[in-house]
């Protein structure tokens, strides 16, 4: 059965100051981060997939295939806030060979459970049944919760599995108590957890700080795997740390294209209405990165 496994960033998508995809950039992020890491999640909240249209995301998503030509995965979040342009991008991510897609749950609008179970049923008949569609639950963007009872309905369905982006370690317990499987797979949302989720059986992890510092994610994930809690506690801290710094940017999303700025990966910008980091917050966040020896 297909699984995550490893550390799989949710990539930046880096665009010009006019608000274009840079293509350019887009191919030297996907350079560098298939040196460090296991698979890329392109296109979810970090990627900007809600601020760009159906055909700029499967630009995406083709090129994301092209350069890293199954070296590491490429899941491709698809969720939309309609069914109709989910089916169509979910049927393209399999069409050109991305190892899984993942949705959000429809947003703006409150859905019920009815609504949810039909959204996710589409995309699970548009493609062949081996190709693996994940729930990407994560409440504060959607604006709602999808409850356990409807997890356990979109198993049934023939979901693959969740990443869970709830930042709740109780209710990431409940889901490898009640649904993880052979055939479910549960993948934690964020670095910020991942010694906990470990601890729970975990596997894979969608660190945003991945995008820019890699090396620390990977370090973290494999003293987990290894079971060395102690040393993978001080890594977590360290983590931690540095997520406390990336809000010296005003949100972790525009931290990151900060972050690959000062480490000289790639210069881009994130896509307006979000206003990229200044000199002085950056000049912060590598002082703060300096400081804890980063």
Known sequence: MFKLRGVVPP?????????????????????????????????????????????EREQVAEMAVKVLDG???????????NTRDTVELTRHAEAIGCDAAAAVGPYYFHHKADAILEFYDAMCKAVSPDFPIYVYHNPQFSGYAISLDTMKALKNLGVHGVKDATFDILTFATYMRELADEQFDIALGTEAMWLSARALGCEAYIPGLGNAF?????????????????????????????RDIMYLARSTQLAVYAMLEIRGIITAYPRSPFVPATEDEKAQIKHALQQIGM
């Open 11 to 55: 990539m930046i998508t880096p665009f010009d100051q006019q608000g274009n995809l840079d293509f350019d950039n887009l191919e030297k992020l996907l350079l560098f981060l298939k040196e460090h890491v296991d698979g890329v999640y392109i296109c979810g909240s970090y990627g900007s997939g809600p601020m760009m249209n159906v055909e």
């Open 71 to 81: 070296k590491i995965r490429v899941v491709a979040h698809t969720g939309t806030t």
């Open 214 to 242: 890699p090396e620390i994610c990977r370090k973290m994930w494999q003293e987990g795997m290894q079971n060395d809690f102690e040393q993978c506690r001080r890594t977590q801290f360290k983590v931690n740390q540095m």
